[in-house]
């Protein structure tokens, strides 16, 4: 089945501690992303990749760094800079603006990490 | 930046009863979208409008959009039990970075 893979689930980290989340896609989309959800508001754009080898800062980069080096493959990392990285983390891919220039999202089941 | 905004943030009905949430934005879109998160899960996309279309059906659901406006509504009929989750409106403005509001909490009683 073609879909998107987030890992882990749940992580717990001490204050000062970088940590990075895995999101690995199958589906061939171009287009990969990351979102914070804080409870009680909607999702925020960490960073966006468009192609392999490119990323673009969303709306609350600070603290956090990507790579793509692989279609397939767009971890995050949470970086000791991040002030209050507890949150539920969510990756989604698509395959772009398409042909019709809509961009349709689908999101892995996300990471939630705790900072202790 | 956040442009779109749900409304109401909660909503509780009987099972069998329709569910009406709006959503506002704020500057102009390409399309706007209404995605479903069941607790915990990630988000599942569940219809597309574009602006120049008013009215689009899927099943179920009965998505409007009132570009002048600038609001969009989702009603979800004769509602059931697994149609309890948080909906989310997104706003597409053709540049990759998709706009999601805070979303409402729909729970639908047995």
């Known amino acids: 089945d073609g879909g998107i893979t987030q890992s882990p689930k749940y992580l717990f980290r001490k204050e000062g501690q970088n940590v990075t989340l895995s999101c690995e896609q199958n589906?061939?989309?171009?287009?990969m992303y990351w979102y914070r959800q804080d409870p009680g508001q909607g999702l925020r754009l960490i960073y966006y990749?468009?192609?392999?080898?490119?990323?673009q800062k969303g709306d609350i980069a600070e603290g956090y760094s990507v790579s793509r080096e692989k279609k397939e493959s767009f971890p995050l990392t949470v970086t000791s800079a991040q002030k209050n990285p507890t949150a539920f983390y969510l990756c989604?891919?698509?395959?772009?603006?398409?042909?019709?220039?809509?961009?349709?999202?689908?999101f892995g089941a996300g990471s939630r990490l705790t900072v202790l | 930046s956040q442009q779109g905004e749900e409304d109401p943030q909660a909503l509780s009905i009987q099972e069998g009863e329709n569910a009406t949430m709006n959503c506002s934005y704020k500057?102009?879109?390409?399309?706007l979208q209404w995605y479903r998160q069941n607790s915990g899960r990630g988000l599942v996309h569940l219809i597309l409008?574009?602006?120049?279309?008013r009215e689009k059906h899927s099943g179920r659901l009965r998505v409007t959009l009132d570009t002048s406006k600038k609001s969009s509504s989702l009603l979800i009929t004769a509602s059931r039990a697994a149609d309890t989750a948080s909906y989310f409106c997104?706003?597409?403005?053709?540049?990759?970075?998709?706009?999601f509001g805070a979303g409402t909490t729909v729970t639908v009683r047995a």
């Open positions: 989604a891919s698509s395959v772009g603006q398409g042909a019709s220039g809509a961009n349709v999202l689908t």
């Open positions: 500057t102009s879109i390409n399309n």
């Open positions: 589906l061939n989309h171009d287009a």
């Open positions: 409008i574009r602006s120049n279309e």
């Open positions: 997104a706003t597409d403005k053709h540049d990759y970075k998709l706009s």
């Open positions: 990749s468009q192609i392999v080898n490119d990323f």
